[in-house]
């Protein structure tokens, strides 16, 4: 049980449905990691938490479950994959601890699909990219001080 004395929903605005975000590419960070068994229980996945960290939707969250522990190899290849991808774009190639991932920013491609079982639109990453710095361009003029339209 959770205490949750001093809690009044009268002066708290309660929360809206969320619809699914719209296909698109978001700024968004892992924020938790979680191993958990599968529905068979013959294996276990990595349960990842994003947030989106910019624009329209932030603060909005997204799951993906990779299957890392499973008895089908395809299922463990695609999630291997996966994994491999999002190391990469976050730059932690060899982690020893799903910790290693949170807090690191990445560009996630999100698309919408129907669930087979509700037939109701949800959401599905199915990308991750390095996010891009704003690469600035200082000349070695302007670097030593001079304007940069002073002739060199």
Known sequence: ??????????TVEPSTDFEPLPADKYEAIITESEFKPTKAGTGRYLQLTFQVIE???????????????????????????????????IGVTTPRDSVELHNLPLVIRVRCKTRTDTGEMTNEIKGYAKKEKVAVAVSAQTAAGAPPWSPS
């Open 1 to 10: 049980m959770a205490d949750l004395s001093g809690f009044d929903a009268n």
């Open 55 to 89: 624009g329209q939707y932030k603060n909005r969250f997204l799951w993906a479950r990779l299957n890392l522990q499973n008895p089908n190899d395809t299922a463990v290849k695609i999630a291997q994959s996966e994994l491999s991808a999002i190391c990469r774009a």
